[in-house]
């Protein structure tokens, strides 16, 4: 079994009571003993971090501290001419070992932001794929990483209050296409509307039924997985797929 957790914040006045909100948030994870924990996408006042490391230190030590792997979030950041938005992602030792690049820029992103090549998957308490918000939105995002070896998909996003309903229905469809849990980790402002969702999927009677956790406000939510009772169910939805010309 492993606890994953999200947090979901709220608007601040600086960079530094974001982080000290979003510390807070990842204690009350550590806690109640979570193994992964993951950030919304963009919670800041200035989303443009040029050192991760410096940046996040406060959350390497918590990450260390309760030997929980924490996903910062995401944020512009520096590439060469351009700017990727990133994951940065820190183990249960506090170390930053590696980002995911959002792979399909949002439509007023384009024109700055590169887009990832990759979709990676992290080894911590278990494998695990991040899908950064308008990535969702894409089902090669999510099967890739599903082909790679991820058991579960943590998602940092920023979804304004219209689009909740659509991302909540990608969530759910890309849980029930991979046969496995998604987290999803979202912001809550005026313009941003909240409701993080934690997705885990039950059988009954052969047919797969996704079941959801939302969260309101401020606040953490984590669930216990067994994420090897997946494995088969996958495994067969992978058998059929795509034997068509």
Not at 26 to 43: F, M
Not at 51 to 57: I, K, P, S, Y
Not at 83 to 92: F, K
Not at 147 to 153: P, R
Request: charged residues 25%.
């Amino acid at each position: 079994m492993v606890k994953l957790g999200i947090a979901q914040t709220v608007a601040t006045s600086t960079n530094e009571e974001g982080i000290k909100q979003a510390s807070h948030l990842l204690e009350r994870l550590g806690k109640n003993e979570a193994d992964i924990a993951c950030l919304p996408e963009q919670y800041l006042t200035n989303n443009k971090i040029d050192n991760f490391e410096a940046t996040f230190a406060p959350f390497a030590k918590i990450a260390k501290q309760y030997s929980m792997s924490v996903i910062a979030g995401a944020f512009y950041t520096k590439s060469g001419t351009k700017q990727t938005i990133s994951a940065p992602v820190i183990d249960s030792m506090g170390q930053f070992i590696g980002v995911q690049d959002k792979i399909h820029p949002f439509d007023y992103e384009q024109d700055s932001i590169k887009p990832g090549v990759e979709a990676k998957v992290f080894s911590t308490k278990c494998k695990f794929g991040v899908v950064i918000c308008y990535d969702m939105v894409f089902s090669d995002v999510a099967e890739t990483l599903a082909k790679k070896g991820a058991d579960v998909l943590f998602s940092p996003a920023r979804i304004v209050r219209r689009g909740i309903y659509p991302w909540h229905l990608y969530c759910q469809t890309r849980s029930l296409e991979n046969r496995m849990p998604i987290l999803a980790a979202n912001t809550q402002t005026p313009k941003f509307g909240g409701k993080s969702i934690i997705v885990d999927l039950e059988e009954n009677d052969g047919v797969m039924i996704p079941r959801t956790k939302i969260t309101v406000g401020q606040g953490i939510r984590l669930e216990s997985f067994d994420l090897g009772k997946y494995e088969k169910s996958r495994k067969i939805r992978y058998s059929d797929h795509r034997k068509f010309s």
